[in-house]
Structures are given as C-alpha cells and as structure tokens.
C-alpha cells in the first residue's frame, strides 16, 4: 500500500497523486520507490491510456526532504551512489513508461522536483506556480536530472537557470519549454489536462506508445543514413500493425475505429 501517493485508474486515465504536502511533497526513499513501482505498474496496464502526475497542497514538489537531506550528509560514496541510482531509476520509470504523461503542476516546483516535471511528456502548470534549480547553493549540482530538464528546457537555459539558481516563474517556465501550457487557476488547469487525456484516449493506444518512443529514438540525433532507416522501418511496421490498419480502414469507411468503440 503506498504511504506517499494515492493511485486512481478512471476511464482509461490514471493519477499518481504526491499526498505529502505536509512537506511540499518533498522526495524521500519511500516515495521515489513508490513512484518507480507506479509508473512501472501503470506501464504494463491495458487499461490505462494516459497518465497524470499531480500533487497536493500549495507546491508540486519542492526536493529532497530535510531528514532524507540529514541522512544524505553522512553517506559514503557508495551509499551516495546507491541513493543516486534509485532517484534516476524512478525518473527513468516516468521518462520511458510506455503510457503517455501530464504533469500537473498546481504549485511550486524546486530542484529534484523539476526532474518529476521534465521526465513527463507534457506539462502545464498555473501561472502562480514558481521554479528553481537550486542545487548549487547547497554546494551540489542536478546531475541526475540534468538529462530530463536540458532536454526539456534545451541547454540554453540550463547554462542560466543551473549556474545561477535563480527563481522563476510560470510563465518562463512556458517560455523555456518546461511547460506546454499555462493556467489562470486550478480549474482551468484540470480543463487543459482534461483536454490533453482526452486527445490521448482518442487516438490509437499502440500508435500512441510507438510515437513516444521515435520522439525519444530521433531527438539530439545525427541526420543519417541509420535514423532514415529506422524511420523508414517504424512507418512499415505501424502501417502493417493491426492498429494501424483499423485506424486506416475505419477512416477510409467513415467509421469509428475499434478502439473507440
């Protein structure tokens, strides 16, 4: 049974919900373990067709927990490294689910935090939501979700936001690319996420799974003759699926495909 997280499954759309808002849903060994469990779980699931990450109380995520920072101080190098491994397989789970991902940003989001945002496919966020990248007035550096927020937030400005730990708000965050979209309140927040899982429930479920990955294979790669061939081969195989040919064949007979009835 999770302790940090509640996990609900409705209408093909499951939410992973950061319960610790005592401690603005700061990270601990608990929690990141059941977060990997989640997102592993829910990747495996044929019901689940989407899947939101949201959080409660007034921050989505504000780091590490201070009694898991107090831990940390007295690790060895090995256990930093153990600890270190768990963290970035938690966010590998939610980078590479197989399953579509929102992140629901209803309030600030600090260091580790912004690891959780970055690995999600889409994010938006209400414009009163703050961020930072505060690791480098600890002394310390975002290594291990460097490769989701620069890839979120291209390398630009990552060069400012990691070198200076400068607080920003929405609406940079908007500017950056670490979030798609911005909201004036709560309500408006859940219409976006409403109208992103519906797109997503609407459209074929291995289609879906199968652009998720050419986005990750393609990104930061070189144009060259294996890329084209891969491409080449993922189209082949889509078209020769079972989904790709409904979706085809329902289109050109004007009627819903399979998986919308």
Same mark, same amino acid.
């Given at each position: ?34 977060? @990997? ?8 699931? @044929? ?11 007034? !921050? ?8 898991? $920072?107090?831990?940390?101080? %007295?690790?060895?190098? +090995?256990?930093?490294?153990? %600890?270190?491994?768990?963290?970035? /397989? ?8 197989? &399953? ?20 999600? @496919? $889409? ?13 480098? &007035? ?7 979700? =460097?490769?989701?927020?620069?890839? *979120? $937030? ?48 609407? *459209? /074929? ?13 393609? *990104?930061?790669? +070189?144009?060259?003759? %294996?890329?084209? !061939? ?15 040919? +409904?979706?085809?064949? =329902? ?11």
């Amino acid at each position: 049974m999770n302790e940090n997280l509640r996990l609900d499954v409705t209408g093909g759309v499951a939410r992973v919900t950061l319960t610790r808002s005592q401690v603005r849903n700061a990270f601990n060994d608990a929690l990141i373990g059941e977060l @990997d469990d989640a997102f592993t779980s829910l990747g495996g699931r @044929d019901d689940v067709r989407a899947v939101v990450l949201a959080a409660e109380g007034p !921050a989505f995520c504000a780091g590490a927990d201070l009694n898991w $920072m107090r831990a940390m101080a %007295d690790y060895s190098r +090995e256990e930093n490294l153990a %600890d270190a491994g768990r963290l970035a /397989s938690m966010l590998r789970a939610i980078y590479e689910c197989p &399953k579509p991902t929102i992140a629901r940003v209803q309030g600030d989001v600090y260091a580790g935090g912004m690891g959780l945002v970055a690995a999600c @496919d $889409m994010a938006a966020g209400v414009n009163t939501a703050h961020f930072c990248l505060s690791e480098v &007035k600890l002394g310390l550096i975002p290594a291990t979700i =460097s490769p989701y927020v620069i890839r *979120a $937030m291209g390398a630009r400005a990552a060069h400012r936001y990691f070198l200076t730990a400068e607080r920003f708000d929405a609406a940079e965050a908007h500017r950056v690319g670490l979030l798609h979209a911005l909201a004036s309140d709560e309500a408006a927040l859940d219409a976006q996420v409403q109208s992103w899982t519906d797109a997503l429930c609407s *459209a /074929s479920p291995n289609a879906v799974a199968a652009c998720k990955r050419l986005v990750q294979d393609v *990104a930061h790669r +070189e144009l060259e003759a %294996d890329l084209i !061939a891969q491409t080449v081969e993922g189209i082949a195989d889509i078209r020769a699926s079972d989904d790709g040919k +409904e979706g085809v064949q =329902s289109f050109l007979q004007k009627r819903k495909p399979s998986w919308l009835t």
